[in-house]
């Protein structure tokens, strides 16, 4: 009988062991899917990069991760490994521990959204240069498969625009707000309370790892490269408890948006790239996102509208992306395939902010007497901006004022501003009270 030899173990070196690591290294080490079967060869797990090695490491549901696999030594670790996956966060040392695999060869996986925001290009010419595959679904929106769709089953399409809400923490707050009318401080605590926020809430509320994520999408939709210094980034601290209040009664509800669309001709246009709170109309699907779910809304050419939903964050959920890109980088590495290569055809340049098109609501104060209506339409149409609806609120008699709810049709974010200056200057107007965009219809 000739003898058959088995395919050689895959050797996996895990950086990190937090709330991802743990549950990367359980779902390796205690899987009940059976990652031998799905990949054609044993998986062994080599190693745990750590900081310390006194701490004991155990998921949320009591899984201990054996002592003996952890080390400090991460170079060494990296050095022998078939694939790396990187788990630990930040910019150092994982930038240089990830040019160091793949330089020998190695494929990584990533949940690192900062780094591939900030960093990527390095990252993937080292990994075309290697031929290997640089994977990083857990990147954006966790547990959610958006990575691989948009990377490979949407490459034969144009893909127009990413609507993403791409920040659980930030969802969970304006959720909290819409629903229990708790203003954004209580909220934040709340978020806090749970572990959705961290003890300094900045990279959520400010819209930083948003922003991150948006940069991740909107290259791998437009086939370009964009960084987090392109991406237009508002975060959620200018909403108030009236402003989501005002967003009900209109038929809509905030949501922090991570917007990447084309504007112009889908092989010669520009694109604009934006974080930011927006209004979404009710009957729109991202509306019911609720609590700390993720969700990306595409519209494409061919396929028309997709939606993606599910857990953006958490150990389990998070784990669960990373061990599919180990799945999949270690099938190829089984069947002698090169890894996937950073597709980047398209220069499309990145418009600013001020050029970005969009529909916007405007809530203002004016005196309740006749004519100033008129005032405030003839300041839109003098500046081209064309108004879809006004609405009136019920004046406040002893003040004399009423409240004006104006959605206009799309306009340049420039041209808007200048014409809510206008407005503000009026003799008539007591107050812009807020100025939001107007998403997703
Ligand atoms: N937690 C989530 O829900 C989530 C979701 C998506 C993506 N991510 C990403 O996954 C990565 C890890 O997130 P996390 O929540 O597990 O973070 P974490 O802070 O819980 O874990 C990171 C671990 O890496 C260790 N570490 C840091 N630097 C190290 C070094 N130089 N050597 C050895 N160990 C080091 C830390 O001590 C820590 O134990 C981050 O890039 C994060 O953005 C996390
Ligand atoms: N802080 C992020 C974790 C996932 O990147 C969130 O709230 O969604
Ligand atoms: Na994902």
């Not at 961290?198 to 994520?213: H, L, N, R, S, W």
């Not at 005196?367 to 004046?395: E, F, K, M, N, Y």
């Not at 409240?403 to 200056?421: G, N």
């Amino acid at each position: 009988m000739p003898e058959t030899s088995s395919p050689a173990p895959l050797r996996v070196a895990l950086l990190g062991c937090g709330v991802v690591g743990t549950e990367v290294a359980r779902g390796i080490l205690a899987n009940p899917i059976d990652l031998e079967a799905r990949v054609g060869t044993r998986v062994e797990l080599t190693g745990i990069a750590v900081r310390s090695l006194d701490t004991e490491r155990v998921t949320d549901d009591g899984f201990v991760i054996p002592h003996d696999l952890l080390t400090t030594d991460a170079e060494a670790l990296v050095d022998g490994a078939d694939v790396v996956v990187e788990v630990m966060g930040g910019i150092e040392p994982a930038r240089t521990l990830i040019v160091r695999a793949l330089g020998a060869g190695a494929a990584v996986v990533t949940a690192n959204k900062a780094l591939l925001a900030e960093r990527g290009p390095e990252l993937f010419e080292a990994a075309d240069a290697a031929g290997v595959d640089l994977l990083y679904e857990a990147a954006v929106a966790g547990a959610i498969p958006i990575v691989r769709p948009i990377r490979e089953s949407l490459a034969g399409d144009h893909v127009r625009r990413v609507l993403g809400i791409v920040n659980g923490t930030t969802n969970y707050v304006l959720d909290k707000m819409a629903t229990e009318g708790l203003d954004l401080d209580q909220a934040v605590k709340e978020a806090q309370a749970l572990g959705y926020a961290e003890a300094d809430p900045t990279a959520d509320v400010d819209g930083f790892d948003a922003a991150a994520k948006a940069a991740i999408l909107a290259s791998l939709a437009f086939h370009t490269r964009v960084a987090l210094k392109d991406v237009a980034r508002e975060g959620i601290r200018g909403v108030s408890a009236a402003d989501v209040a005002w967003a009900r009664r209109t038929g809509h509800v905030i949501k922090l948006l991570a917007v990447a669309e084309v504007i112009g001709p889908v092989d010669d246009g520009e694109i604009s790239v934006r974080v930011h709170p927006a209004l979404v109309p009710d009957s729109h699907p991202l509306a019911a996102v609720r609590g700390a779910f993720n969700a990306v809304f595409v519209e494409a050419d061919g396929a028309g509208p997709l939606m993606f939903y599910g857990q953006g964050a958490g150990g389990r959920p998070t784990a669960s992306a990373v061990l599919g890109d180990v799945v999949s980088v270690a099938r190829r590495r089984l069947t002698g395939g090169k890894g996937l290569r950073e597709s980047k055809d398209q220069a499309f340049p990145v418009l600013p902010s001020q050029a970005a098109v969009t529909r916007y609501q405007v809530r203002l104060a004016v005196a309740d007497r006749p004519g100033v209506l008129a005032q405030v339409a003839g300041v839109l149409a003098d500046h081209g901006v064309s108004i879809d609806t006004v609405r009136q609120a019920p004046s406040d008699e002893k003040a004399e004022t009423a409240h004006l709810i104006i959605t206009t049709h799309a306009a340049r974010e420039a041209s808007l501003a200048a014409t809510v200056d206008a407005v503000a200057g009026l003799e008539a107007v007591r107050e812009i009270i807020s100025v939001l965009r107007v998403e997703g219809s």
